[in-house]
């Protein structure tokens, strides 16, 4: 959650005319990972696309971030 509000605040107060797309989305990316000390882990993305890896003490995993927008 706390990754998707990140992200969340940062393509509502883009507001410079340089940065948005034609749907007024920002037209750059930014990429949130988060652990607390009990190991639940999660990541968020301005646009799909993103992977990150983890290892949850038994195996390696590649994993796709939530987004708020989807490309293409």
Known sequence: DACRKACERIAT????????????????????????????????????GATYAIHDGKENRLLQAKSLFQRG
């Open 13 to 48: 107060q883009t507001i410079e005319k340089r940065l948005l797309n034609k749907q007024g989305r920002p037209s750059f990316n930014v990429n949130f990972y988060a652990v607390n000390k009990r190991g639940e882990f999660g990541a968020c993305s301005i646009w799909s």
